[in-house]
């Protein structure tokens, strides 16, 4: 099955800087790749997301990137504001034993503005 | 309306108590998942219903038993839990199950005693 990594597991930036996680994932098949933001105590909210035959996506601040050759795709995060201090996770959608697709999460990054 | 709704909130239980998790959607959405969440952990998959078909058990044990009574409600029963089944137990739901955008509920916060 699917197997995503996420990179990093805590990210400080400052107030106004931009952030960049990252995934991999193993399932050269996996061809759709959402970010979620939780914030503490709340549901995961999706913020974006890439289907595989697109290289980048934007909206406003947030912009993911594929690489589909490298098998890897990141969430970048411009100006960033305190709003932004949350969990983002990662995934990607595979086939799983039941030949239907499912999405396999990455760990999360914990990320913290400062102001 | 683009919302899950999740009941109860929170929930807690004896190991030998049956209850059960509800989860409703008016998106017209033609897919529901059940998943887990440890603390500090990501969502972990339990079941996808596809047309009010069971289309993906995760290898859950029997003590959970998902249900759906038609393609806007979505139910977990929950019998005989332990412990470590304490966790956010969280509903989604997407246009269909082919790589569409999953909306969330608040989840159901259960802890077993």
């Known amino acids: 099955g699917e197997n995503v990594e996420q990179h990093p597991s805590t990210l400080s930036v400052q107030e106004g800087d931009s952030a960049v996680i990252k995934c991999t994932y193993s399932?050269?098949?996996?061809?759709?790749f959402p970010w979620y933001k939780q914030e503490l105590g709340k549901r995961p909210q999706l913020i974006i997301d890439?289907?595989?035959?697109?290289g980048e996506k934007k909206d406003q601040r947030i912009a993911v990137t594929l690489n589909k050759t490298a098998k890897h795709f990141s969430l970048h995060i411009t100006e960033t504001q305190p709003e932004d201090s949350a969990v983002y996770f990662c995934a990607a959608s595979g086939w799983s034993n039941f030949g239907n697709e499912k999405l396999t999460f990455g760990t999360g990054t914990r990320l913290t503005i400062i102001p | 309306d683009t919302e899950v709704t999740q009941t109860p909130k929170h929930l807690v239980m004896g190991m030998t108590n049956k209850k059960s998790l509800k989860c409703e959607q008016h998106m017209g959405h033609r897919a529901m998942y059940w998943y887990k969440q440890k603390a500090k952990k990501p969502p972990e998959l339990m079941f996808v219903?596809?047309?009010?078909?069971?289309?993906i058990n995760e290898s859950v044990p029997s003590r959970f038993s998902p249900e759906c009574p038609n393609s806007s409600l979505l139910n977990l029963h929950l019998h005989a839990l332990q412990p470590e089944d304490s966790a956010l137990y969280l509903c989604?739901?997407?246009?269909?199950?082919?790589?569409?955008?999953?909306?969330f509920g608040d989840g159901t916060r259960l802890s077993i005693l």
């Open positions: 989604a739901s997407s246009q269909d199950s082919s790589n569409q955008p999953q909306h």
């Open positions: 399932d050269s098949a996996s061809n759709y």
């Open positions: 219903y596809s047309y009010e078909k069971l289309s």
């Open positions: 890439i289907r595989s035959n697109v």
